[in-house]
Nanobody, 115 residues
Framework: QVQLAESGGGLVPAGGSLRLSCTAS????????MGWYRQAPGNQRELVAT???????NYADSMEERFTISRDNRKNTVYLQMNNLKPEDTAVYYC?????????WGQGTLVTVSS
């Protein structure tokens, strides 16, 4: 079993920055890719970015301009640096890890950007 623990969400004014963290624990044998998704009220969950253990990144369109994903393999932790935040970035951000045939999700951390 895998557990994903997120932190770093909160309320920030437009133009501000936040850094989200997600630490994985449990049976991580074979784990490679980790990432972030988000879900805004009334919307479907959407990809933000993923990163492999080797550092290969994949961003959804338009996310790379203001968001940066990174990871510390020694700590089993993935980060999402979000800059120049906009009100439309308001969402619950979920950490994600596929492992074998399973997909693991964190409980989500709320990011609220005020205008």
């Amino acid at each position: 079993q895998v557990q994903l623990a997120e932190s770093g969400g909160g309320l920030v004014p437009a133009g501000g920055s936040l850094r989200l963290s997600c630490t994985a624990s449990g049976n991580l044998l074979g784990a490679d890719r980790m990432g972030w998704y988000r879900q805004a009220p009334g919307n479907q969950r959407e990809l933000v970015a993923t990163i492999t253990s080797g550092g290969t990144t994949n961003y959804a369109d338009s996310m790379e301009e203001r968001f940066t994903i990174s990871r510390d393999n020694r700590k089993n932790t993935v980060y999402l640096q979000m800059n120049n935040l906009k009100p439309e970035d308001t969402a619950v951000y979920y950490c994600y890890m596929p492992l074998g045939v399973n997909e693991y999700w964190g409980q989500g951390t709320l990011v609220t950007v005020s205008s």
